[in-house]
């Protein structure tokens, strides 16, 4: 017998038949005396549906009324779940995010979860039902609706599970869990049994799709244990937890690659104080998010500054770019949008001397040339030339043993 948050993405409850099979398992679940907290994403497009519609009106709708309208998916799949489970003869409860008590703070469109009163939630369990509850949708403090960011039903059921401190907090998506790299780029690809937070969140946020984000930050600092796995298989996901001795052994546990991003070069500025900062401020004012930056310095007191972008954002960086290197006399703007960074993840690169010059040899072995690194305690990332990321993963995952069983691996 367990407390049990269960989260389901939208492929799972894309049609009526996918939520009766849910629905199944969830009665055995509670018949065998389980305490059960089921959050559910929107079906599968429904909240694309939902965005567009409202671009037809306005290319940037009022937030306000945009939090509004795209919780209806949510709201769509926990009533319609609820009313599944009450046809099988079992009680159950649905609650949207107000009614749920989950308060946010006024960040429309990204809100970030401030509290949950789960005096309700505690209630509906006591009374025998299950708790179906609608994810990526809270209430801040003026009682306006509000969501917490694409993907955000993850967060939503890491932050249940921490208010009422389930036993475990179930992520049922439609991968069996969380790979050493993409299996469609390398078939042999291994599923993690387990992944420390650090790792899964270095992973995510170099494009690893499996969990948002900022749910694995919320369960690092809850200390909430994760398991990622399959609706449409039982066998065992990948369980995301706090960091252990073992983990350390493996070097790499995960190749990630991200060809999201552009690349932005200018060169010949003079070298002064103040010059990275009026480069780069323009482009934080327009709200495009940097992620590597490169400045070297050459000789007569000029140095070359790069940085990167979002693919998204580059035509616009670099038209202001163009407008800064004219007023501080830099010589050239240069370009580049099809390239892509790759990079190594791991716990065990802290005490492993030499990790990045081996990641460096795979590379050149292969004749891929390194525009830029960029390095963290537990990843190291390079952006190369966006026609060799697939060679560059494959051989990588390779060259650091992933595609083997951990005891075997490189050490
Ligand atoms: N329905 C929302 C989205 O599509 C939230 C989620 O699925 O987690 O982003
Ligand atoms: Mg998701």
């Not at 509004?68 to 099988?88: K, N």
């Amino acid at each position: 017998m367990a407390l049990i948050v269960r989260k389901y993405g939208g492929s799972s409850v894309a049609d009526l038949e996918k939520i009766r099979n849910i629905a199944r398992k969830l009665v055995d679940l509670r018949r065998e005396g389980n305490d059960l907290i089921v959050v559910l994403s929107a079906m599968k497009g429904e909240t694309d549906r939902l965005i567009n519609l409202a671009k037809e009106i306005n290319p940037r709708p009022d937030p306000r009324e945009m939090d509004c309208l795209v919780s209806i998916g949510e709201q769509t799949t926990v009533s319609l779940m609820a009313m599944t489970l009450i046809g099988m003869g079992q009680d159950a409860v649905s609650l949207l995010g107000h009614q749920a008590r989950i308060l946010t703070d006024n960040a429309f469109g990204s809100a970030r979860i401030e509290n949950v009163d789960a005096s309700r939630m505690r209630d509906e369990l006591k009374k025998g039902r299950i708790v179906v509850v609608a994810g990526f949708q809270g209430i801040d403090p003026d009682e306006n609706i509000t969501t917490l960011g694409r993907g955000g039903s993850d967060t939503t059921a890491v932050a249940l599970a921490a208010a009422v401190s389930a036993d475990v907090c179930e992520i049922f998506t439609d991968v069996t869990g969380v790979f050493t790299t993409d299996p469609n780029v390398v078939p042999k690809a291994r599923k993690l049994d387990r992944i420390s937070y650090d790792e899964m969140m270095e992973m995510a946020s170099l494009g690893a799709k499996v969990l948002e984000i900022r749910s694995v930050e919320y369960a690092k600092n809850y200390n909430v244990p994760l398991h990622v796995r399959s609706t449409f298989s039982d066998e065992q996901g990948t369980m995301v937890v706090k960091e252990d001795k073992n983990m350390e052994k493996q070097v790499v546990s995960g190749v990630a690659y991200d060809k999201n991003e552009a690349r932005l070069t200018v060169t010949k500025v003079p070298d002064r104080p103040g010059i990275a900062y009026k480069i780069l401020k323009p482009i934080s004012d327009a709200n495009i998010v940097v992620d590597m930056i490169i400045q070297n310095t050459r000789a007569e007191d000029m140095t070359d500054i790069t940085f990167t972008v979002p693919k998204k954002d580059f035509q616009t960086a670099m038209h202001l770019l163009q407008e800064t290197a004219k007023e501080i006399g830099a010589t050239r703007v240069l370009g580049d949008d099809n390239i892509s960074k790759v990079s190594i993840v791991g716990v065990g690169m802290r005490n492993h001397p030499g990790v990045a010059t081996e990641m460096f040899g795979v590379l050149s072995q292969h004749n891929i040339n390194i525009m830029m690194i960029s390095t963290s305690e537990i990843k190291i990332s390079c952006v190369i030339d966006e026609k060799y990321t697939e060679l560059a993963v494959r051989v990588l995952h390779d060259a650091f043993g992933l595609g083997k069983d951990p005891k075997e691996a490189h050490q």
